[in-house]
């Protein structure tokens, strides 16, 4: 019976041993989003780049936004 108990114990010891050394730590290559804050071009508002759109270099805090400098952007130059 003693040898049992030992058998058992030894066997949970190397589960808990195995599993704290499969425990993933920190990625090293993961990817850390940009903070980075852009300026609508439009408006004027700041936006974390990560949420603007991008158009032509320039950076849009919505989609109207954009629409509307691109709409006046045409019209000027058909003049």
Same mark, same amino acid.
């Given at each position: 019976?003693?040898l049992i108990i030992i058998f058992i114990a030894?066997?949970?010891?190397?589960?808990?041993?195995?599993?704290?050394? +499969?425990?993933?730590?920190?990625?090293?290559?993961?990817?850390?989003?940009?903070?980075?804050?852009? +300026?609508?071009? /439009?408006?004027?508002?700041?936006?974390?780049e990560a949420d603007a759109?991008?158009?032509?270099?320039?950076?849009?805090?919505? +989609?109207? /936004?954009?629409?509307?400098?691109?709409?006046?952007?045409?019209?000027?130059?058909?003049?």
């Open positions: 019976m003693r030894l066997a949970v010891i190397v589960m808990v041993l195995k599993r704290l050394w +499969q425990t993933p730590g920190p990625a090293k290559n993961r990817q850390i989003p940009s903070n980075k804050m852009v +300026q609508c071009a /439009h408006c004027g508002l700041y936006t974390p759109l991008g158009h032509g270099g320039k950076y849009y805090c919505s +989609q109207a /936004h954009l629409d509307e400098d691109n709409k006046d952007h045409h019209s000027s130059t058909s003049l």
